[in-house]
């Protein structure tokens, strides 16, 4: 509930009482106060103007700004006549994320798909063309397109796989996980996993868990996390060159500034997920490689969905482009970090970063 007597008084509208949820939302400490201070979105203000003073219904879209955005509607019903020296009015916030994120979720998901999809499928209709004709009765030139044919479906495979992993992580992104789980077992059994891949590649997975016996216990959903994992691994792997070694390193009990400043060596970084402030004690994984690195100014759009650096984009390298953006939504459902650190020639390294359970919260096994 709200209250204003004068238009031209702006710190006058106060907020003389706000349910439990409301102060959650708007991070209120004290049971009234400026509402200058509780809201900064000038329509929301306006509106809260037109029913206390115009005594007429507003309603506008409030999206907040942070790690974790909302999308409110907000409504706001007048409580007191125009006569009234002091008058009140009601404003409601609705939550509409759940919504919204679904029908963006689904536009974004159709106009990437038919895009991404359109490629392999006119490979195959040519190569499905040439089989049907000169190539009928040449078996040497069937194996061969058979064989592409092959890798263009388990490439559309992939990108549908990719596409609808993204859809759902994106679905809750604004729920935080309520699991625990042992982030050192689930990194052994990850690289002990990625082992048969690197040594098809001739690349070393040199991964140096804690002490024994130590465990590592961060919130989070353990399928999801094994994807950020896996993710991480598989990029490392691609890109390093033959002979070459990945290094997989954890940390543990660090502030949030700490955890994204792991392995700062003046090499260029760019943080890619960041929580909200907290006094959270986090869990880093760093997975470095000595591939041909990136250049500063593709940092920033290593996230973005189907974004590959020039260059890197077909070969033995190729994939479907969603790796680091499926590892960056589920970063910011678990209310972690996402740091890149590389240069042209250096190699990169990732630092993804998860916030710790603490005694009294439950285990859930990764096993």
């Not at 979720?105 to 209709?125: C, G, K, M, Y």
């Not at 042992?182 to 804690?210: I, S, T």
């Not at 896996?230 to 990029?235: K, P």
């Not at 940092?299 to 960056?328: H, M, N, W």
């Amino acid at each position: 509930m709200v209250a204003g007597s004068s238009r031209e008084d702006l710190t006058g509208r106060r907020f003389i009482f706000a349910n439990a949820a409301a102060r959650e939302l708007l991070r209120l400490t004290s049971g009234e106060g400026m509402l200058l201070s509780a809201v900064r979105d000038p329509e929301v203000l306006a509106a809260v103007d037109r029913a206390l003073f115009d005594v007429a219904d507003a309603e506008v879209i409030y999206e907040t700004t942070g790690a974790q955005s909302r999308s409110l509607r907000a409504r706001v019903r007048p409580l007191s006549s125009i006569e009234d020296d002091n008058r009140l009015a009601l404003l409601t916030f609705h939550d509409e994320t759940e919504v919204r994120r679904v029908e963006r979720t689904r536009v974004d998901f159709l106009a990437n798909a038919s895009h991404e999809l359109r490629t392999p499928l006119a490979s195959l209709s040519g190569f499905i063309e040439t089989l049907r004709g000169h190539a009928r009765d040449d078996p040497a030139a069937r194996d061969k397109f058979l064989g592409i044919m092959q890798g263009q479906a388990d490439r559309m495979a992939r990108l549908i796989a990719d596409l609808t992993s993204l859809s759902r992580i994106e679905l809750d992104e604004h729920v935080a996980p309520r699991g625990v789980v042992d982030l050192g077992l689930l990194v052994a059994e990850a690289v002990e996993a990625a082992g048969p891949l690197g040594a098809q590649r001739g690349v070393k997975l040199d991964w140096r868990p804690c002490a024994a016996g130590c465990q590592v216990m961060v919130r989070g959903e353990r399928d999801q996390i094994v994807q950020v994992v896996q993710n991480l691994l598989d990029n490392a792997i691609k890109y390093s060159p033959d002979g070459a070694a990945v290094r997989i390193e954890m940390q543990s009990g660090l502030s949030e500034l700490a955890a994204a400043a792991v392995g700062q060596d003046g090499t260029p970084r760019l943080s890619l997920v960041a929580p909200d402030p907290s006094p959270e004690s986090y869990a880093t994984l760093r997975v470095s490689d000595l591939g041909p690195g990136i250049a500063r100014q593709n940092l920033p759009r290593l996230s973005e969905r189907f974004y590959r650096v020039d260059g890197q984009k077909s070969g033995a390298r190729s994939g479907t482009g969603l790796g680091l953006a499926i590892v960056k939504h589920i970063m910011n459902r678990h209310r972690g970090g996402l740091v890149v650190a590389s240069a042209e020639g250096e190699g990169s390294t990732f630092t993804a970063y998860f916030p710790m359970a603490n005694a009294a919260e439950g285990v859930v096994k990764a096993s």
